[in-house]
T-cell receptor, first 115, second 114 residues
Framework: EPEVTQTPSHQVTQMGQEVILRCVPI?????FYWYRQILGQKVEFLVS????????KSEIFDDQFSVERPDGSNFTLKIRSTKLEDSAMYFC?????????????FGPGTRLTVT | KQEVTQIPAALSVPEGENLVLNCSFT??????LQWFRQDPGKGLTSLLL?????REQTSGRLNASLDKSSGRSTLYIAASQPGDSATYLC?????????????FGTGTQLKVEL
């Protein structure tokens, strides 16, 4: 069964460094998302992406964040200058076209630790 | 602003017991509701999705119901097994907004004991 994959599974970075989190959505999906979960807290929406542009973003998704679909398979989340509070599990998700449910399928996550 | 709450926060039951997890949301203008399972340190596995026009969905031992007008959903797990131990999350998608944003609940941590 097709799955969303994410790399790396764990990333450790120093405060102020740039990080890029990578996702490969399910191959025929057209809607892509990033969510994050700070340890012990709710899963929070960051951004959704469709037709090569952001369709919605949360207040968390400020100028330090950007998303890109550089080719036909990858979907990336970049954090330009990481802060301690960016430490969290980051989940990528995707939804298929041609349905009205927009059911979201999640990847296993990347644990980002900012030191 | 949509708020999603899940009760109880944690639940421990003996194997074989039937159980109900609760999810409530403050804004009834939802498009659909998804139930997920999250294992420790892992991603989210979609269990069931209920459209706003539906009252329930079933998958194997799982049955999810939706009462949109009262802002409630329940996940019923029949004949629980130790392998069901995980955190269960509900998430709602609102009617408006083109981004399919999901708003998640706080989760119920379930432990099924032998």
């Amino acid at each position: 069964e097709p799955e969303v994959t994410q790399t790396p599974s764990h990333q450790v970075t120093q405060m102020g460094q740039e990080v890029i989190l990578r996702c490969v959505p399910i191959s025929n999906h057209l809607y892509f998302y990033w969510y994050r979960q700070i340890l012990g807290q709710k899963v929070e929406f960051l951004v959704s992406f469709y037709n090569n542009e952001i369709s919605e973003k949360s207040e968390i998704f400020d100028d330090q964040f950007s998303v890109e679909r550089p080719d036909g398979s990858n979907f990336t989340l970049k954090i330009r200058s990481t802060k301690l509070e960016d430490s969290a599990m980051y989940f990528c998700a995707s939804s298929p076209p041609g349905t009205f449910t927009y059911e979201q399928y999640f990847g296993p996550g990347t644990r980002l630790t900012v030191t | 602003k949509q708020e999603v709450t899940q009760i109880p926060a944690a639940l421990s039951v003996p194997e074989g017991e039937n159980l109900v997890l609760n999810c409530s949301f403050t804004d009834s203008a939802i498009y659909n509701l998804q139930w997920f399972r999250q294992d420790p340190g892992k991603g989210l596995t979609s269990l069931l999705l209920i459209q706003s026009s539906q009252r329930e969905q079933t998958s194997g031992r799982l049955n999810a119901s939706l009462d949109k007008s009262s802002g409630r959903s329940t996940l019923y797990i029949a004949a629980s097994q130790p392998g069901d131990s995980a955190t269960y999350l509900c998430a709602v998608r609102r009617v408006t907004g083109g981004g399919n944003k999901l708003t998640f609940g706080t989760g119920t941590q379930l432990k099924v004991e032998l």
